[in-house]
Each structure stands twice: as structure tokens, then as C-alpha cells.
């Protein structure tokens, strides 16, 4: 699927294949802290065509910063996207559709305890067992009743994308605009959000889950490990990380976090930050992720 003139460099979201420009109401920051994202009023995600509003936003939509990212960002990250969001829909030029989009109402995704950002390779490695144990993770993820949040590459990223997708989870991928147009394009699963810059994808793929769990990967996925374990850190975010240590992939890794506590630039607590799994199940464990507050069941 080419891309459509006038968008490529807008912000937009592909809900299972279909292109859809974000504006105001497709994807909307609450007082509350939750986004909304697109669904038909069955709960399902919208497979009409994309829709542009015909005439400019009057003015752009409220937005309100609240949380760890107005914090850090003297608010600039949300600020951003949600700018875009609104400035974006005024200034694209509209397009035929073949049939009228379906009215879409939303649906609240923000705050669910059953999303995980997974990081792990853009490409295979060179041991086949990564590709076998992401389908494993994949797998398992979905029994648990999880989604997926993910850089929707291929490679590792792909294999356990396509055993979430198998095994009937619900997937959504953030890309920016310069490594979609370098993957391909008519493959998305789930819901993609196209994005502008890498440092929009990390803030909302951070945003949009509340745990991550780590898979082998090379300098992508050490950077987002790395990233989410700051900002853990300096208490900007408080979401738990676990570093699946499959076949001892991370070992130099977790042997250089020890050389950091000996060397004094970690303390023992701050590395405790890093948990670390040998299985999907004990992954999960460690995460807490998708298990009911006390006294909800
Ligand atoms: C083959 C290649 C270089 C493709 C780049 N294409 C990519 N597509 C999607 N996400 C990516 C890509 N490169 C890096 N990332 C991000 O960084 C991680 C993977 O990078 P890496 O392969 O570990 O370093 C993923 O978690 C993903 O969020």
C-alpha cells in the first residue's frame, strides 16, 4: 500500500490495515490521563475507510498534561503529539473514499493492565531458537489474556507479533514514518500508530502499556531496556521491566549491570529495577502484569 500524498508526513493510525488520519477525536488525551483510540460502537476496531474532516478543526482540541511526561518535558512530548493531532487534521487535504466511513466511537485503552511493550530484534539473529522462543513468549502472552505493544518490525519483533496475532491477542504497533516506509506496508497487524519521530514512538509506546518485558534484540532494543529502566529510576514512570534471559542471551549484559553496582555508578536497589526471567510464565510473574487488584475478584 502506497502511501497517500498529503500524508506521509502526518501523524495516523492503521487499524488492521486501513489508514486512518488522526485528528482530534480519533485520538484524544482525557483530564484523566486515558487516551482514546478508534473502535466501531461494537467494541471492534474500525475497518472503514480513513476519514478526513472537511472542514479545518475550529480550534484545537483541549488537551491537559498531567503525570510523569508534563513532568519531565516542561510537557512538550504529549504536547506534541497531541498538536499534531489537531494541527494535522486542519491542514490535510481531503480524498475519496470509495464508501462513507462508518460513524466510530471510542473506546478507552489507555488504562488496561493487560498491555505489555515487548522490545526485542528488528532482525532474527543469528540462532534460531530466538525465533522459536519469541513465538513461545508470543504465544504464552496471549493465553495470559495479554496484548502486545511493539515497534511492529520483523525479524524477532515479527515472530512474536505473528504468535500474538495466531493466538488471538490483540496487537498495536508504533512506528515512525521513516521506518514504516522501510518496512512493509501492507502487512500491520492490530492497530499501527504512525508516527513522527522515534522519541514520539518510545513516549507513547511507554505510554500505552504498563509493564515491558525484554526478548534478544541488538542496540534498538538495549536502548529501549536502558531508557524505560531510567526513567523507572528517576521515578518518572513506575512500570516493572523484566529481561527475559533466554539460552543466556543477556548474560554480558546483566555481567556489565554488576560491573556498574561494583564500580559505584548503581546502587543494588537500582539494579533490582532489571528483573530477570528464564521463562515466559516466570516473565510474567515477576510483571504482575494482568493479575486483578485485590479484592476485584
Ligand atoms: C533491519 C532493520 C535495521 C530494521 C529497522 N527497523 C525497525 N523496525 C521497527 N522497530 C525498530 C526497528 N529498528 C529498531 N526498532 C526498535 O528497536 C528495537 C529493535 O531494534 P534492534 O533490532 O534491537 O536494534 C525494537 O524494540 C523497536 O522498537
Redesign the pocket.
Known sequence: MRSRPGLDRKAHVILDGTLVPIRGPHLRRHANGDWKEISDSSGNHSRSEGHIPRRPLASPPHWRLSGWPGLLLGARVPLRIATRVGAGSATMPPFRTPNPPRETTMRTTEVSNRRIAV?????PGSDPGHLRFAREFGTALAQRGLELV????G?V?GALAEAVAAAGSGITGI?PHS?RE??NADSPRGTIFVVRSLHERKALMYRLCSAFAVLP?????LD?LMEVATWNNLCLMDKPIVVVNHLGFFDPMLEMLDHLVRQGFLTREERRLIQVAQSPDEAFDLLRIGVPEPGTV
Open positions: 522490545f526485542c530484534g528488528a532482525r511493539y515497534g511492529t518490525g525479524g519483533m512506528v521506518l522501510q518496512q534484540g541488538g542496540i534498538g532494543t529501549e
